[in-house]
């Protein structure tokens, strides 16, 4: 990024690198088709439609989101094939679900309990329309979905409703092997294929001809669309990437687009020094200091392994030296990479986009749509 660029920057702030932005989006859609299957990718990461926008052009079949208020935001800015992977449960959610489906050419909406999958029959039956449904089961994440023994009554149960159509199936399953935590990317997402096949086959077996089995997040994706066994993937931070994906095998620093900017306020001593972000702009949702990866700090500092965000208040992250001298002083700009990027993007109102010949900035049309 041009230094004169940085100097304008009002921080604390993220910069999007819109060339590595583009690549990536671009690699996972080629590795996908190469695959012989369909990307579908979730906005989480990005939460802007210029960037769904970009995904669709890229060849994406559709997009996912987690909640209908995100969905709204996507379908205001263009898309019409959303996924809304989160069970759809409340009158007030449904609702705005039906009259979302009413504006788009497909929507599919997410179910995993019969309590859940009634709810949504009696609203659609109110509508007077027939809702598009996938059933989640959980193969090992321990979240939302069915128990996987107990997929196959369940959809028998779903199908028996009048005015919802199942249509298909999905998982959310990440680095799991075996049921328990995994750092072997390949293995994880065999067994996520090995078992979407299976809990598919049980459910056409007992006479519900579902079309769609739909899988993987970013360190999974791959490696589940090339057993041949899923129909689509759903990955969401590869557009981006951050320091997780790179310690879980697959990203690499230079890839990440992504990089806060911050701007030293304070320098009481040497040993330390304070930033203008704390922890309403750096995301806690990670433990330093852990097993498996053993994150030094709440965001990575560029080109300095001597310096970790180690501590932060509401409004103060506090810069430490393992030298015990950071070599800051007041007015210095320092840059920093996420950790894990989605709930960074989410943190902030707008960011800056760095095209290599233009600064631009963009909302973040869809941060805070909880509902």
Request: hydrophobic content about 40%; aromatic content about 6%.
């Amino acid at each position: 990024m041009k230094q004169e660029w940085i100097e304008q920057l009002e921080t604390p702030c993220l910069v999007i690198d819109m060339n590595k932005a583009r690549a990536n989006i671009k690699e996972m859609q080629e590795q996908t088709k190469a695959a012989g299957c369909q990307l579908r990718p979730h906005i989480k990461t990005h939460k802007m439609p210029l960037f769904m926008r970009m995904q669709i052009e890229a060849g994406a079949v559709g997009i996912t989101c987690a909640k209908v208020s995100e969905a709204e935001v996507m379908a205001d800015g263009g898309a019409d094939d959303i996924f809304i992977a989160y069970p759809m449960v409340g009158s007030f959610r449904i609702k705005r679900a039906i009259a979302l489906r009413k504006k788009v050419k497909r929507l599919i909406l997410a179910v995993d309990s019969i309590e859940g999958a009634k709810l949504l029959n009696e609203e659609a039956k109110k509508a007077c329309v027939t809702l598009e449904v996938r059933m989640e089961v959980d193969t090992g994440a321990k979240r939302t979905g069915v128990v996987r023994q107990n997929a196959a009554s369940l959809a028998k149960e779903i199908q028996g409703l009048s005015n919802l159509e199942l249509t298909g199936i999905y998982t959310f399953k990440s680095l799991v092997y075996n049921d328990q935590p995994s750092l072997d990317n390949h293995k994880a997402g065999v067994e996520e294929g090995d078992l979407m096949e299976q809990i598919a086959s049980e459910i056409i077996a007992a006479g519900i001809n579902i079309r769609d089995i739909s899988a993987g997040s970013t360190p999974t994706g791959l490696e589940v669309a090339r057993t041949g066994k899923v129909t689509e993937i759903r990955p969401g931070t590869y557009i981006f990437k951050d320091y997780m994906l790179c310690m879980e095998q697959v990203a690499k620093m230079e890839e990440i687009a992504v990089r806060y900017y911050a701007t030293v306020v304070s320098t009481p001593c040497k040993e330390y020094a304070v930033i203008d972000g704390g922890t309403k702009t750096f995301p806690m949702d990670i433990t330093l200091n852990t097993e498996p990866y053993y994150y030094p700090g709440y965001a990575i500092i560029e080109n300095n392994d001597d310096l970790q965000l180690s501590r932060m208040n509401e409004e103060h992250g506090i810069i430490t030296s393992k030298k015990g001298d950071t070599g800051l002083k007041v007015g210095d700009k320092i840059a920093l990479i996420p950790i894990h990027v989605c709930t960074a993007i989410n943190m902030q109102n707008s960011v800056y986009l760095d095209y290599g010949d233009m600064l631009t900035s963009e909302v973040v049309g869809a941060r805070g749509m909880l509902v």
